[in-house]
């Protein structure tokens, strides 16, 4: 007898592959009419099918009951999404755009992410009851990058093509790329001190002498520096062997395209063998291999890595809606929910905008104070955010004293988790919706007004007769009947008629008078077309003589 097999990889597949098949049918509606981005759609459908609803999806059963595992899994999901889109992201910027516009980078990265991480951190610290300010610049550290995931339902679609100048959207694109692996400064200078100066340095001896060599040494020296020259030593060898099996005809269209998603997969797994900065130097890889701008104009049409970038888009943010701790937001003893919403509400608007209007003059790109508006307001957090929320708690699981977590460290924990992933999912919402919404509310006034001034009676289009004649009667009678809009344009391709200026072409047995002759086939005189006119409009005009009678 067959019996059902309700197994957790059935279940999982059957959820993840239906839910992506029904939203492949209405997806043109949703993100190109609607403008509703992708990310708070699945994260919506992560939710339904979680625990906290419909069960399908049960994360704690595939780490085995474990939250040390669970984290695990979905730290390196995390890593293995930003790893793919950054170097997609580093393949479609222009050839050598680091290089050409170091300068606004340079404002956006330098004090533009300073600014931001202090301003994070300030809030944080105000709003989080008995804080510590040094453990608030951890929490702040984690928000502090834009998330390049979130900023693609922005640069990307239709939308974007129509509202946001081309230079806008590739500098958006660049910095959210680069200040994400460049989070990891920010991160350590906090939880370096905390480590080795928090609650007296119990457990870990050196101080603060230890915390600042070690943030220069391991952090800039080993995880910044070594990525940048790991990543651009694999992008420039990745590009050269392309080349070369190109070149020879070795490598078949299907591999070709490929080639970048398997150059992140390989950065991912050895920098995280090593050690290093592998977020950084995907995005540095990327910009290298398509240095020479050959691998982007090759797949500028493709759609394989669109497709591979939306389907790791669903499956992370369908991930996040069931793993995220929903309940901790209401009961937990961090920070009460009236605090955690205003946290929401002045993060979204003070963290990123105002140092971005401050500076945008500097920066080529932002042109008006409009672009600088939305510039500083979209800097979306999202999957960068939780991938430093769990390095963090890595991080702190390691500062014990007589085998248990320090004090300090296991309430940074708490808020921690409490705070990023609330944040996370305020702008995943506040950023997915802010278009739909900013659309409703720029054409429902003029809608309103339109129908409120609309008149009764339609006003008939005026008639000109101009001094070359270009119509035919029935063109010109088809012109003052015209149906609506959406009708014409099909199929309506009417002989050209010819024009014969003097005499008339008359059938055999009539007269001469080109003003009643009947015309043959297309072609019409003057006479006739004016005569024609005069009786179908009823205007009152001369007759158009002809050359002949003139003559």
């Not at 949703?30 to 981005?37: A, D, G, P, V, Y």
């Not at 050209?496 to 072609?523: L, Q």
Request: aromatic content about 12%; overall charge negative; glycine content about 8%.
């Amino acid at each position: 007898m067959p019996t059902l097999a309700i197994t957790n990889f059935n279940i999982v597949c059957a959820t993840l592959g239906g839910f992506i098949t029904l939203f492949g049918l209405v997806s043109y509606l949703f993100k190109e009419r609607l403008f509703l981005s992708e990310a708070l759609i699945s994260l919506l459908a992560g939710v339904t099918f979680s625990p906290h609803a419909a069960n399908f999806i049960k994360p704690l059963d595939y780490a085995e009951g474990s939250q040390s595992n669970l984290a695990s899994i979905t730290l390196y999901f995390s890593r293995l999404v930003l790893g793919v889109q950054l170097v997609l992201a580093g393949v479609q910027l222009p050839s050598k755009y680091l290089l050409r516009e170091w300068k606004s980078l340079a404002f956006l990265l330098g004090p533009g992410m300073t600014v931001m991480w202090l301003s994070s951190s300030l809030l944080i610290w105000a709003l989080v009851p008995d804080f510590s300010f040094l453990s608030a610049l951890a929490v702040g550290a984690c928000v502090t990058p834009t998330d390049p995931v979130l900023s693609n339902s922005i640069v990307k679609g239709k939308f974007a093509d129509k509202n946001i100048p081309k230079d806008l959207q590739k500098i958006i694109i660049a910095e959210s790329g680069a200040n994400d692996g460049l989070g990891y400064p920010f991160l350590f200078f906090a939880l370096y001190l905390i480590k080795y100066t928090g609650n007296g340095g119990a457990g870990q001896p050196g101080g603060a002498r230890a915390a600042i060599g070690l943030w220069f040494g391991e952090t800039w020296g080993y995880t910044i520096l070594l990525s940048v020259v790991y990543g651009a030593a694999v992008g420039w060898i990745a590009k050269e062997l392309l080349h070369w099996a190109e070149d020879r005809r070795f490598v078949d269209r299907e591999s070709f395209l490929v080639f970048a998603i398997t150059l992140a997969l390989f950065i991912v797994g050895t920098c995280g063998m090593i050690g290093s900065d592998d977020v950084l130097a995907c995005f540095i890889a990327g910009n290298v291999f398509t240095i020479d701008d050959w691998f982007r104009l090759e797949t500028l049409d493709d759609s394989l890595q669109p497709t591979i970038d939306m389907l790791l888009n669903l499956a992370v943010f369908m991930w996040f809606g069931a793993v995220c701790p929903w309940t901790m937001f209401l009961h937990n003893d961090v920070i009460p929910l009236y605090r955690l919403i205003i946290l929401g509400i002045v993060i979204l608007l003070f963290r990123r905008l105002p140092v971005v209007y401050a500076m945008h003059w500097k920066i080529r790109q932002i042109e008006e104070k409009q672009q600088a508006l939305f510039v500083g307001f979209f800097g979306p957090i999202g999957v960068s955010a939780v991938f430093y929320l769990y390095i963090s708690l890595e991080f702190l699981d390691e500062i014990t004293v007589d085998g248990a977590v320090r004090e300090d460290a296991a309430k940074l924990q708490a808020v921690m988790t409490v705070v990023v992933w609330f944040l996370a999912i305020c702008s995943i919402v506040v950023h997915g919706l802010s278009v739909p919404l900013g659309k409703l509310g720029y054409h429902l006034p003029r809608t309103i007004s339109s129908a409120i001034e609309s008149r009764d009676v339609d006003e008939p289009e005026p008639f000109h007769i101009s001094e070359r004649v270009q119509q035919t009667e029935e063109q010109i009678l088809r012109q003052r009947h015209r149906p609506p809009k959406e009708q014409r344009g099909r199929d309506e391709s009417p002989p050209r008629p010819v024009f014969k200026i003097g005499g008339s072409v008359i059938r055999p047995g009539h007269d001469g008078d080109s003003d009643t002759a009947e015309p043959r086939g297309d072609v019409v005189s003057m006479g006739n077309i004016q005569h024609r006119i005069n009786n179908a409009v009823g205007a009152v005009t001369p007759k158009v003589p002809s050359i002949h009678n003139n003559e």
